[in-house]
């Protein structure tokens, strides 16, 4: 069984739908969870960063972090098109020897 | 403000053969990762450097790979000799100071084939 364990989609929502992104871990060691986006042919971008359990928003993205779950969500809301791409999502461990580990990846697809 | 940059973008080659990759890291940037991507496990951390010495080596899947960082600005990824298995996605990034608040930038990879 995977660490990080993550629907690789393809997921298709028409513009101006909410999304919903989400990833399962089983380290219950990890503190710090991350969703990156993944452009074709481009390196992954951070996109959101947050420590431990709760909510965080920025514009339209929230990310949701579910500890007792070892659950993790991102939220779109009024998807666009750009918003077309990978999502990985990662997490980490405190201290500096614990590395990220990185989920497959879910490729979400906005239609006009 | 260029970001990390990494050559070459494509590499096709045949089975055997040495392959070299390289990347450029973001000035100041003090912390330096190779990563692995591919459809079957993702993205995979190779190897990390922290003021351009190697930390964390666990993830070379094999002696035929090694990385090397000379000096702050380049690091090197070598694969000798390279099998088809080795076809995948390199990452290069970086990132300054410590790992848990700083966040990791990426170059756009070179996209290796190995025939």
């Known amino acids: 069984q995977k660490e990080v364990e993550q629907d690789p989609g393809p997921l298709s929502v028409p513009e101006g739908a909410i999304v919903s992104l989400n990833c399962t871990y089983s380290n219950s060691a990890f503190q710090y969870f991350m969703w990156y986006r993944q452009y074709s042919r481009k390196g992954p971008e951070l996109l959101m960063y947050?420590?431990?359990?709760g909510n965080k928003e920025d514009g339209r993205f929230t990310a949701q972090v579910d500890k007792s779950s070892k659950y993790i969500s991102l939220f779109i809301r009024d998807s666009q098109p750009s918003d077309s791409a990978t999502y990985l999502c990662a997490m980490k461990g405190a201290g500096t020897a614990s590395k990220l580990t990185f989920g497959t990846g879910t490729r979400l697809q906005v239609t006009l | 403000d260029a970001g990390v940059i990494q050559s070459p973008r494509h590499e096709v080659t045949e089975m055997g053969q040495e392959v070299t990759l390289r990347c450029k890291p973001i000035?100041?940037?003090?912390?330096l990762f190779w990563y692995r991507q591919t459809m079957m496990r993702g993205l995979e951390l190779l190897i990390y450097?922290?003021?351009?010495?190697?930390?964390?080596d666990s993830g070379m899947p094999e002696d035929r790979f090694s990385a090397k960082m000379p000096n702050a600005s380049f690091s090197t990824l070598k694969i000798q000799p390279s099998e088809p298995r080795d076809s995948a996605v390199y990452f290069c990034?970086?990132?300054?100071?410590?790992?848990?608040?700083?966040?990791?930038?990426f170059g756009d990879g070179t996209r290796l084939s190995i025939l």
């Open positions: 000035s100041g940037h003090d912390y």
């Open positions: 450097f922290n003021n351009n010495v190697p930390i964390d």
């Open positions: 947050t420590y431990s359990s």
């Open positions: 990034a970086s990132s300054s100071g410590g790992w848990s608040n700083q966040p990791q930038h």
